[in-house]
Each structure stands twice: as C-alpha cells, then as structure tokens.
C-alpha cells in the first residue's frame, strides 16, 4: 500500500531521496525559513526516510525555541562529526547560542530554504475541484504552504470566516511590539521606517529586530508587506481598540510630516471614533479624498461629529460635488440661518451653486450676490443675464487664483454674448476653461465654462468647437460627478442636431441605465432630447408618450437662456401634437427675457429659428412669418445668423408652393455649413415633396440625402431626415396625393387588404403595396400604425 507524499520543493524533495539512497551516510543539515514554509514537513519526511532505513538520527524542529544549554548540546553533537542531525529552524529569534550552532551546520552543508509554492504547485496540492481557484489561492497566500493548506477547501473566490479564525494561533502568542508593527502593517506602514520608530517607540536598531521578528512569522510577503490573507486576518483577529489606536497614531505622525492619512482614516469610519485628535485626522482625510471622491469626502467629515460651521461648509460643498444636493443645501442653510458670520457667504456660494443644478437661477443669483467673494460676483453676472438682468458697472478685478480667474472669464463671456462682439464670447469661455482645467472635478461650479461654450458655440453654429470643448471636459472631468451628466447631455445635442440620432439616443440609454434622478436642468435637456429623436424619427407614440415629462420639466424649471435649446426642442412638438398652449407662457417668457436683454442675436436666432418650425407645423402663417422677420433683423450679425435668416426665407417660398431648387440647395447648404445636418437635409426633403418640376425633385433628393451628413463612426444609418411628416401640414399633404393614391390610402384606411383595394381599382395587388410604400416614403412614416393615423388627418 502506498501513502501519498507530500509536496516539496526541489532542494527539499531531494533530501528524503538521498537518505533512502545513502542512509548510512552521515547527514548534518539546517533548514531554515520562516513559519508556515513547511520545515515541519520536511522534517517529517526526514524522520521517515530514516525509520524505513532502520538508521537512528537527531531530528529537532523550532530550534529557535531552544534555550542556550539544549542549542549547544546541538551544536556539540553537530561539531563530533560522527551523527546524522537535521535541524529546522525560523529567522528570528537568533540567539548567539542558534546563531553559533547555525554556523556549526553551514560549515558542512548551506541550509536548505523551503520557498513558496509557485502558482503551479499550488494548483498541484488543491483537491481536483479547487483548481480552478489556484491563482485565487496563490494571489492571497503568496504560495506559502500553510496557508494554501488552509485554503485548499474553498469552492468559491472568498476567504472562508473559519480560515480566517486559524490564525488566531499565529498572531497570539507574538510580542506585543510584533503584533503592533503587524497592525501598521495592515494600515500600509510595514515599509515607513520612520513612522515605525515613532510607533514603537524604539530606534531604527530595535525597528529592524521587530521588522525581522514580523518576517519570520511567514505573515510577509516578499517585499515586507502582509500578505492579503494575512491582512484581513489581523485586521478581523486584532483589538478593535488597538487597531484604532494604531491607525490613530500613525495618522497624526503622518500629519505631522505632511503626508497622506486617508488609507489610514478611511477604515476607522463607522468604528465611532471620536476625540479632537481623530476630527482632526478625518478633516486631514476629507480634504484628501475631495478632489477624486467627493462622497467620501463628505462621510468623512460627517464622522467629525458635531462640525463647527467652516467643516459644514466643507462638508456642504462635498456632498455637493458628489451629487447629493439635497444634503448641500440642509447643511449650508444650517450655516446660513445659525451659523458663524464669517462663515455665512461660503454657506451662500454653496447653496447658490446648488439652487443652480436644481434649475433655481434667479434664487442662485441673489445668493450669489449676497456672498461676498470674488468667485460669487462673477457667477451672479453668469445668472443675472441668464435671467434677463444686465448686470449695472464693470466687473471687479479677479485675484490671481484659477478659480477666480476662471470665473471672471465666464462672466465676462456671458456678457459680450449678448453685447457687441457676442463672437468673441466663445474664445473668452474656452480660455475659461483651460484655467479651471487644472482644477478638474475638485471644484464646485454653478455650471461649467465648458458648458457654457457648449451652449454658446451651438447657438453660433460653432459644433466642432462645442464637440471638442465638452469631450476635453468629459475627459478632464472638469466640475466632478455634478458636472459629467450635463456635459454628456450637451455632446448628445450635437449628435443630434447632426442627425446621429443613434448616439443622442445611446446617451439616453445610458442615463437610464445609471438609475440615478437627474437634477431638473439635467432632466428638461435629457427629455428635449428624447422628444427631439422621437420627432426626427417621426416616432409619434413615444413623442406623445414624453410629451407630459417635457410639460414637467418646464414647470419645474424656470426659463432662462440656457434653456433655450429644449424649449426650442418642446416648441416644436407642441405644434406636432396640438398642444401649444401648455407652452405658451414659457415661450413668452422667454421672448420677453431676449427682449430685457436686448435681444442678442447669439440667443434670439435659435430661439426664432425653433419658433419658426413650430409654427409652421402649426400652419400658423403668420406666427412664421413674423420668425423669419425677426431672423432677418438678426442677419446683419454674423455669418450664422444670415444663414439661418436665409433658409427660413426659403421655407417660407416652399410652404407657399414656390420652389427655387438653386435657392433651396443653397440654403440648405448654408445650414449644413453651420452644423445644423439634419435640418439641412429637412429642408431640401420638404421641397423635393412639394416641387411639380420632376427634375428638380430628384435634384434636391439627391441633394437631401447627401446633407444627411451621417457623423464618422455612426454604426447605422439615421432616419431620413427630410421624411419628417410633421413640416408639411394636414392640407399640404392631402394636396400632394396623386387621385390614385388618394382612392388608395381610403380604402386602405377603411380596412381593405392589398388584395381588396386591387380588386375594387382594377389592380394587383403588388401595385397597391408600392402605392402604400410612396405614400409612406411621401409622409414620412416609420410604422404602418403611424401611416394610417396620418392618413386619417389628412383625409378626414
């Protein structure tokens, strides 16, 4: 019968095999390694390889144990010559009596070092059904072979509670300096020296003999830190009360000398710590922590306890940069009604700037002005002319910091939109945001200058610019988590407006998907881009669907003129479901506020623009053409503004029966110019269907199809842009069947199969399909359902 050995490493395995080979021959032999490295095991082996030879031999495990008398009987037995002795021992403790006896066994032989298993071996020792598991294993034991043992049972990547408790036997019996450099070792100092003199209170002498007495536990791994296993184990097995003081202490060490302290702080949060020295250290954390995780940020400061007003400010401004609005406003209102005086306008920034991201500007912008610092002033001009105000006398000077810098460059962007030189607005805020670009996502902003280029550069036609500026602030995140969702709402906007439909349509997924409630001037630019892809897809269920989010949204957040873009957006499927008058006094409050600020043409030509379209889907004539009036007042202004101005000129000829395919093809190439694809394609799509001239028809297809401007990596074709059904009128469309169709698209709407209208027309029923599909193609369509309920507007 036969026992299965086992497993030792190379110098080891030979061991046993020379004895059995030569067992009279006289063997004298150290082994030496750490704990858990199997020198038992070896020994064992030994002792076997000499009972089955029949040889008697000195075998003596955890010689380090030994007192002096018993290790130099050892040593004199070794120094004879003539007896086989094998003796096992660990690093540390190294007496001079073992030292001297080490000594004694090198001069015959060099110790044998039992290693660590490789990843192989120790898929070589676990049952069949661990294997699968054996990097697991080897990542958490380093391969030291006790502790792979211990592991060998586990069916899944999870340290099992038993195994973690049999460790108990390894750490309670350790000095008390061994076990206090093991906790520091589980709080990441095994390799700070100088911190572990001031723990132990010991010179670096005295730190090198615990470090070695540490090592020689087997509990290291190679580089001098715990070993992961080892780690969870003292941080389990270890004095809540030790460990906690512990990670105290080395903290204020590490304040003291300016170093990090948030892996130190970060486990004691929930351990109720508290005391001066541990508020301490959680504010030293804090501020750590903000600029890459400002909800940590926040909880740490929360473990402070009762905060004074400046830590509830801190703590204010945290939750806010995480997203948690609701906790920033009840702490810095806390401050603002009870609070310090000196504290009361930082209370007021914080508050201001979360009023802002929950769609309050006006409010935000009397907080703004209430705050008496610098960044304030200039975000209150960002939000008096956001509200229809012009701010009255200059802008103070800015002092030399980033923030402030920045800031004043947004305000001073904000106001030469809507002056004089609104095209130097767009350079001015993205020189803005190349300052506050250092700062990244650890500073809190009412909005960001890369938004407001974003905005200011859609507004101007400017898309590759606003493409570019919001990709480099998704990639900085500039403004932090707070920031992300309405920088990735703004990039899908271009997508749109550029006819990418798939990808404004991905970002909407994505949102979904995150599950997290958008703050209201979040939620009204996600649902106008929900009801903008519904209606350029003509997609008429999920438009009326979203039709009532997008009459919320506008409840809940007050026009301003960074709204303009979804109030556009809402306009114009008000028309297209016959609902315009829940958006009429938002619409007017708009107009009036472009009109407070005098109407600048950077703000008031999208505004007209989108006004326009939802009048003519209206077929309110005269609403259109007083749009295209005020478009053509903005026409001297820039090149943007003429060329908008020039298609709603053209649009107006077309809806009137006049088309001019050379004037409508420039036209709608101006639009394309500027950005504006999808309404470019529209354009020269609604006069294709409404031209008699055949020849020009197919001119202007052509030339629909070829303003789509389907963006690079666009992985499927966007919806026609020019089969938008709703720009063409119930009368327009019914004008446009031919007499066949119109007996075609009756029969069919009173229920008749293909095969019943051929009948009763004298057709097959293979030409009543390709009938159906023009008529479909003509209105735009993408469901029969939505077909038969154009159909039953237009015939009545």
């Given at each position: 019968m036969t026992t299965e050995r086992p497993l030792l490493s190379d110098p080891a395995g030979r061991v046993p095999?020379?004895?059995?080979?030569?067992?009279?021959?006289?063997?004298?032999?150290?082994?030496?390694?750490?704990?858990?490295?199997?020198?038992?095991?070896?020994?064992?082996?030994?002792?076997?390889?000499?009972?089955?030879?029949?040889?008697?031999?000195?075998?003596?495990?955890?010689?380090?144990?030994?007192?002096?008398?018993?290790?130099?009987?050892?040593?004199?037995?070794?120094?004879?010559?003539?007896?086989?002795?094998?003796?096992?021992?660990?690093?540390?403790?190294?007496?001079?009596?073992?030292?001297?006896?080490?000594?004694?066994?090198?001069?015959?032989?060099?110790?044998?070092?039992?290693?660590?298993?490789?990843?192989?071996?120790?898929?070589?020792?676990?049952?069949?059904?661990?294997?699968?598991?054996?990097?697991?294993?080897?990542?958490?034991?380093?391969?030291?072979?006790?502790?792979?043992?211990?592991?060998?049972?586990?069916?899944?990547?999870?340290?099992?509670?038993?195994?973690?408790?049999?460790?108990?036997?390894?750490?309670?019996?350790?000095?008390?300096?061994?076990?206090?450099?093991?906790?520091?070792?589980?709080?990441?100092?095994?390799?700070?020296?100088?911190l572990l003199g001031a723990l132990l209170d010991k010179d670096s002498d005295a730190v090198g003999e615990v470090i070695e007495a540490?090592?020689?536990?087997?509990?290291?791994?190679?580089?001098?830190?715990?070993?992961?296993?080892?780690?969870?184990?003292?941080?389990?097995?270890?004095?809540?009360?030790?460990?906690?003081?512990?990670?105290q202490r080395?903290?204020?060490?590490?304040?003291?000398?300016?170093?990090?302290?948030?892996?130190?702080?970060?486990?004691?949060?929930?351990t109720g710590v508290g005391g001066p020295a541990a508020a301490e250290a959680f504010q030293a954390a804090a501020r750590e922590a903000l600029p890459t995780d400002p909800a940590l940020s926040a909880r740490l400061l929360a473990a402070v306890g009762t905060p004074d007003d400046e830590v509830a400010v801190r703590q204010a401004a945290a939750s806010a940069l995480s997203g948690d609005l609701d906790a920033a406003l009840r702490l810095a209102d806390r401050v603002l009604s009870a609070g310090d005086r000196a504290h009361r306008g930082a209370a007021a920034e914080v508050a201001a700037?979360?009023?802002?991201?929950?769609?309050?500007?006006?409010?935000?912008?009397?907080?703004?002005?209430?705050?008496?610092?610098?960044?304030?002033?200039?975000?209150?001009?960002?939000?008096?002319?956001?509200?229809?105000?012009?701010?009255?006398?200059?802008?103070?000077?800015?002092?030399?910091?980033?923030?402030?810098?920045?800031?004043?460059?947004?305000?001073?962007?904000?106001?030469?939109?809507?002056?004089?030189?609104?095209?130097?607005?767009?350079?001015?805020?993205v020189r803005a945001v190349g300052l506050l670009e250092p700062a990244g996502r650890a500073v809190l902003l009412p909005d960001t200058p890369a938004a407001l280029a974003g905005l200011v550069a859609l507004h101007s036609g400017e898309?590759?610019?606003?493409?570019?500026?919001?990709?480099?602030?998704?990639?900085?995140?500039?403004?932090g988590?707070?920031?992300?969702?309405?920088?990735?709402?703004?990039?899908?906007?271009?997508?749109?407006?550029?006819g990418n439909l798939v990808q404004a349509r991905e970002t909407l997924i994505s949102l979904r998907r995150a599950g997290r409630p958008l703050e209201p001037r979040d939620w009204i630019f996600a649902v106008a881009l929900e009801v903008g892809v519904a209606r350029r897809t003509s997609d008429l269920a999920t438009l009326k669907r979203t039709w009532e989010q997008a009459c919320e949204a506008v409840l809940r957040h007050p026009v301003d003129l960074y709204t303009f873009l979804p109030l556009g957006e809402f306009a114009a499927a008000a028309a297209r479901l016959r609902d315009q008058h829940r958006l009429t006094p938002h619409l007017g409050a708009a107009r009036d506020l472009v009109r407070r600020l005098g109407d600048p043409p950077l703000w008031a030509v999208p505004l007209h623009?989108?006004?326009?379209?939802?009048?003519?889907?209206?077929?309110?004539?005269?609403?259109a053409e007083e749009h295209a009036a005020a478009l053509a007042a903005c026409a001297p202004s820039g090149r943007y503004s003429a060329l908008v101005s020039t298609a709603a000129e053209s649009w107006l000829d077309v809806l009137a029966g006049k088309v001019d395919a050379d004037r409508v093809e420039s036209a709608a190439r101006g639009l394309h110019a500027v950005g504006q694809w999808w309404d470019a394609a529209r354009l020269a799509g609604q006069a294709a269907i409404r031209t008699s001239d055949r020849q020009a028809m197919v001119r202007l297809l052509d030339c629909a199809r070829l303003l789509q401007g389907r963006p690079a990596g666009a992985t499927r074709k966007p919806a026609?842009?020019?089969?938008?059904?709703?720009?063409?009128?119930?009368?327009?469309?019914?004008?446009?069947?031919?007499?066949?169709?119109?007996?075609?698209?009756?029969?069919?709407?009173?229920?008749?199969?293909?095969?019943?209208?051929?009948?009763?027309?004298?057709?097959?029923?293979?030409?009543?399909?390709?009938?159906?599909?023009?008529?479909?193609?003509?209105?735009?369509?993408?469901?029969?359902?939505?077909?038969?309920?154009?159909?039953?507007?237009?015939?009545?």
């Open positions: 095999a020379e004895i059995a080979a030569a067992p009279d021959a006289v063997l004298r032999l150290g082994v030496l390694a750490p704990g858990g490295y199997g020198k038992t095991t070896v020994l064992r082996e030994v002792e076997r390889a000499y009972r089955e030879a029949g040889v008697a031999a000195t075998i003596v495990d955890d010689a380090h144990l030994l007192g002096d008398a018993e290790l130099g009987s050892l040593r004199a037995l070794v120094e004879r010559g003539d007896a086989r002795v094998v003796v096992a021992y660990r690093p540390w403790p190294r007496s001079r009596a073992l030292a001297a006896l080490a000594e004694a066994l090198g001069r015959v032989r060099p110790p044998l070092m039992p290693a660590a298993f490789t990843r192989e071996q120790v898929r070589a020792v676990l049952p069949a059904a661990g294997r699968g598991l054996a990097d697991f294993v080897h990542r958490q034991t380093g391969g030291v072979p006790r502790f792979v043992a211990r592991l060998a049972g586990v069916t899944t990547a999870e340290v099992p509670a038993e195994v973690i408790a049999s460790f108990r036997a390894d750490l309670d019996w350790l000095e008390p300096a061994v076990q206090k450099f093991l906790l520091a070792a589980e709080a990441g100092a095994a390799l700070r020296l100088d540490g090592r020689a536990t087997g509990l290291l791994a190679p580089d001098g830190t715990l070993l992961p296993i080892a780690r969870t184990a003292v941080a389990a097995l270890s004095r809540t009360d030790r460990r906690i003081a512990v990670r080395l903290a204020e060490l590490e304040m003291r000398s300016g170093g990090p302290v948030l892996h130190l702080v970060r486990p004691l949060l929930g700037i979360a009023l802002a991201h929950r769609g309050q500007l006006a409010r935000s912008t009397e907080l703004h002005r209430w705050s008496p610092s610098a960044t304030s002033t200039a975000f209150a001009v960002v939000g008096q002319v956001g509200t229809g105000r012009v701010p009255a006398g200059p802008l103070p000077v800015a002092p030399p910091t980033l923030l402030d810098g920045g800031a004043s460059l947004m305000a001073h962007g904000v106001l030469e939109s809507i002056g004089d030189t609104p095209t130097t607005a767009l350079s001015t805020l898309l590759a610019v606003a493409e570019s500026v919001l990709d480099r602030a998704l990639a900085t995140s500039l403004g988590t707070l920031m992300t969702v309405r920088h990735g709402l703004l990039r899908a906007w271009i997508a749109m407006v550029r623009w989108s006004l326009l379209h939802a009048a003519i889907i209206a077929e309110e004539t005269s609403a026609e842009p020019a089969a938008e059904p709703v720009e063409t009128g119930r009368l327009g469309d019914a004008g446009k069947l031919s007499d066949r169709e119109r007996q075609v698209a009756e029969l069919v709407i009173g229920g008749s199969t293909y095969r019943q209208v051929g009948d009763r027309l004298f057709i097959s029923a293979k030409t009543v399909e390709h009938h159906v599909a023009r008529i479909r193609q003509r209105l735009g369509c993408t469901s029969r359902a939505e077909l038969l309920d154009q159909l039953r507007q237009i015939l009545g």
